[in-house]
């Protein structure tokens, strides 16, 4: 016999000026291989068409469904029903402007993001169509790649306490992403540069070091130790700076 | 009337749309690309395996060049490609690769020594020369000479989009995502923009543009299983049909990809089979090799999704509760491969399927994948029928895959399309100025709002879900692999049903604000009109090549049928108007035998 599942969902539709915030109820039973995906799906088909929810690739791949699944950020595409109690509390990630329900708004956060900490390949050296490419040690690519794993989902902005308090603090998503930098022949930014970026209580120094986005990263990236990388680094640069004749 | 004037409007903002916008905005143009997610969430983030480029690095790419590319390419289109469009296209992909390279791309890289890869269940060596260490490698995929698809692990559309962003990010390219375009803003001659729909607020807005792109994109989803996101809903295609006078090309060459898994349809990479994986039936025994002696299960994707198919009709398949699939085994190539190589087929196979691929079978099936046709464009993206308007990207029909599109000749294009149409549009932009007539622009902002308007207050009418599964129902029935004319009729007349149908939708819910069953009613008479031009032009072309694949025509038929189908939605209509034009005018490589596929040829 299977489970009937309650799930409690958000809702609040902000241009909607009846619409009150609150939780409501709903009955699905569960089936075998069910997910989140399939379920918040069949909800909307059979039950109420105007649930927001925000799904793309619902391979775990593009980042679009991040939620608070049961008080945990995480990947609604790839959460199995089987691995949920009787019921299921759904909520929309913190930390991200809400659109309605549980769809946030990460595009314009991540943007800001990136133009803040100039996420982009820093090189004076102009692209010559007729040339080889620059040969790099592929175990440098692969660390790389590593890194870039990441899908700007927001669950360790949503698992941050700094985040929480702090509606500028930059992320474990924009440390990692910075580490990915420090870690490519191609960008030629110094431990200066990056400083002026991360450097700040809004950078590296923010981090209360709770580390609730290791714990939630969906990729399963070492953000731990991206933190420590760009922190040491960091700290380091910040004690130059204090030494005369330094910058 | 709120309006918002820039010099290019990219409508999507995956790989394509945003490499054009690049090469506009670094040209000094303003240039604001729309897209239904933010940008980085874009279909191009899953293409798995790789891109083809012929660089010819590594030791089993050795003596590649775009010629060879060019056979290849032309070959797996079954010769329904544009030749001058797909040598532009291999002369060009080494130079984009490697400008993806100096934008930040972790390409993987040569390694230099001995080491063991597999072919098929095989187990061989090679060995990569000191001189080349150090520059970017490539894998195996299906239907190529060489090892050509350049990779990072098998997440490579997602290693090349987050640079790509990047890029766009830094020359100030701007995105404004969750936006819909729901119809272009021309005068039968020009296109002068779009009218959109904010999806966080449900405002309408109008876009004006000298130039609008047109790179959203496939219209998978008009099926019921497909690899595809579920953004992936034709939304471009639509726009351009809906003008009247722009024409969708070759709609009927739908690709079906061999390794969707069961069940979810989630895409497990043709790198999978190129990195030395093979297809077991459910005796578990390889059963490529007694139809593909030579490529085995690296034959083009149509080939080998017809053999599986086959081989399941024959009652060699697996039985499941989602119906009969097919095994695909890499236990072989070890776990340290796949968990550095197939990371996220990895990832997908123990989230979604609950089994570990390095000791485990992977359940698959041919599964749509791929949308051949789309916006009809010359060489230089420039759309039929409307000056002013262009198309790149999935979303187009350059018309470089003709039949059947090679796997990693997709992200390939996005790219190296994407640096062509850019540089022609950033052209057009020097010498074109439109004339802005506001009563036509009113006039189209209208008569969105109205079709809001009536979905919003109808009180009685057709469900929008039921509609939509009826839509994909009709065409997993009668337009999936193999196609005849008496599905093909069927599926014909049961669309048009069900587009007239879609003339009385009731909103079940209230549509204000970013109501998604909103989004979805107007999205659906297109989408429908969409499924009519592939059932129709299925139908009506009278052969098999590519992935258009007819039992009652079972030979390829260059006598009559080296042609491209053009599509055409006059307005009050319910079947496109079709048309044809030859499918290349200019011949490198006359037709011939595609050395692998088998099937009859006439001409």
């Known amino acids: ?247 | 009337m709120r309006v918002i004037y820039t010099d290019l409007l990219c409508i999507g903002a995956g790989l394509a749309g945003e490499r054009v916008a690049i090469e506009a905005a670094q040209a000094g143009f303003e240039t604001v690309c729309l897209s239904l997610v933010p940008s980085r969430r874009s279909h191009s983030s899953a293409a798995q395996g790789g891109m083809q480029a012929a660089l010819g690095n590594c030791i089993k790419g050795h003596g590649d060049c775009p010629d060879v590319h060019f056979q290849d390419t032309v070959k797996g289109s079954d010769w329904g490609c544009d030749q001058e469009v797909a040598r532009m296209f291999v002369d060009n992909a080494p130079v984009a690769i490697r400008q993806m390279d100096y934008w930040g791309v972790p390409w993987n890289r040569v390694v230099a020594g001995r080491s063991c890869y597999y072919k098929g269940g095989e187990r061989l060596e090679k060995e990569e020369p000191l001189e080349k260490t150090g520059l970017i490698t490539a894998r195996d995929f299906g239907g190529t000479a060489r090892w050509r698809a350049c990779f990072c692990s098998d997440g490579t559309g997602h290693a090349m989009l987050y640079p790509l962003d990047n890029v766009a990010v830094k020359y100030g390219v701007q995105v404004h995502d969750r936006t819909e375009a729901l119809s272009l803003i021309h005068n039968g001659e020009q296109c002068l923009g779009a009218v959109v729909r904010c999806l966080k607020t449900g405002r309408l807005l109008a876009y004006l543009a000298r130039a609008t792109l047109i790179a959203s994109g496939g219209f998978g989803r008009i099926y019921r299983a497909s690899t595809n996101a579920v953004i992936n809903e034709g939304g471009g295609q639509i726009i351009a049909l809906d003008t009247g006078v722009v024409p969708l090309g070759n709609m009927e060459a739908v690709q079906f990809h061999p390794t969707g898994i069961v069940p979810t349809d989630i895409l497990v990479t043709e790198g999978c089979r190129g990195d030395g994986g093979t297809l077991l039936d459910v005796k578990q025994e390889r059963f490529m090799p007694g139809y593909e002696p030579e490529k085995a299960e690296l034959a083009s994707r149509d080939v080998v999704s017809r053999c599986m198919h086959e081989h399941m009709a024959r009652g060699l398949g697996v039985k499941s509760p989602y119906g009969d699939h097919l095994w695909l085994d890499i236990r072989h190539l070890g776990r340290e491969h796949i968990s550095v190589k197939l990371r996220e087929v990895d990832e997908i196979c123990k989230n979604f399927l609950g089994i570990d691929p390095a000791e485990q079978l992977i359940p698959v099936r041919p599964t749509q994948h791929y949308s051949m046709g789309g916006v009809r464009t010359d060489k230089n993206g420039a759309a039929y029928g409307l000056k002013g308007l262009f198309s790149a990207g999935e979303a187009a029909c350059w018309d470089m895959h003709g039949f059947n599109r090679l796997g990693g000749n997709s992200l390939s294009e996005t790219v190296v399309a994407g640096m062509i149409v850019g540089r022609k549009i950033v052209e057009f932009l020097q010498g074109h100025e439109i004339s802005l007539n506001t009563g036509l622009v009113r006039n189209e902002l209208k008569k969105q709002q109205e079709r809001i308007n009536r979905l919003m207050s109808r009180d009685s009418g057709e469900r929008v879900y039921d509609l939509r599964n009826r839509m994909q129902d009709i065409l997993m029935d009668y337009v999936g692999i193999f196609r005849n004319e008496k599905d093909l009729n069927t599926a014909v007349d049961e669309l048009r049903e069900v587009l007239h149908r879609t003339g009385n939708l009731k909103l079940s819910s209230s549509g204000t604000g970013a109501d998604p069953e909103l989004a979805l009613a107007l999205r659906l008479p297109g989408m429908v009109r969409l499924a009519l031009c592939v059932a129709y032009g299925a139908l009506e072309r009278r052969e098999s090549r590519g992935s258009h694949a007819r039992q009652d025509y079972p030979a390829r038929n260059d006598r009559d049928w080296l042609v491209r189908t053009l599509a055409c939605w006059p307005e009050s209509r319910d079947l496109p108007r079709l048309e044809y034009e030859p499918a290349t005018r200019i011949v490198e490589i006359p037709p011939g035998d595609r050395g692998y596929g088998g099937g009859g040829v006439i001409s």
């Open chain 1, 1 to 247: 016999m299977s489970r009937k599942l309650k799930y409690s969902i958000f809702r609040y539709n902000p241009v909607d000026p009846d619409s009150k915030p609150g939780m409501q109820e709903f009955f699905l039973q569960e089936t075998e291989n069910l997910n989140l995906f399939v379920a918040l799906n069949i909800l909307r088909e059979v039950q109420d068409p105007s649930i927001q929810f925000d799904f793309c690739c619902r391979a775990g791949i593009c980042g679009a469904c991040g939620m608070v699944i049961n008080g945990r950020p995480g990947l609604a595409c790839r959460t199995k029903t089987a691995d949920l109690p009787d019921q299921v509390s759904l909520l929309p990630l913190p930390g991200f402007r809400l659109v309605g329900d549980l769809s946030v708004d990460t595009g314009s956060w991540f943007r800001a993001m990136n133009e803040k900490i100039r996420s982009w390949v820093h090189t004076d050296k102009e692209f010559d169509p007729q040339e080889q490419e620059v040969c790099m040690d592929n175990r440098v690519a692969e660390k790389i790649y590593e890194l870039d794993r990441c899908i700007e989902c927001g669950c360790c902005i949503a698992a941050c306490a700094t985040a929480q308090m702090r509606v500028d603090f930059l992320g474990a998503v924009a440390m990692n992403r910075i580490a990915r930098f420090m870690i490519d022949p191609r960008d030629k930014r110094g431990h200066k540069d990056y400083f002026e970026v991360v450097g700040t209580d809004q950078g590296i120094f923010g981090c209360m070091g709770l580390l609730g986005c290791q714990d939630v990263c969906p990729k399963n990236i070492p953000l731990q130790d991206q933190l420590a990388y760009v922190r040491r680094k960091m700290g380091w640069q910040a004690l130059r700076r204090l030494m005369p004749g330094q910058a």
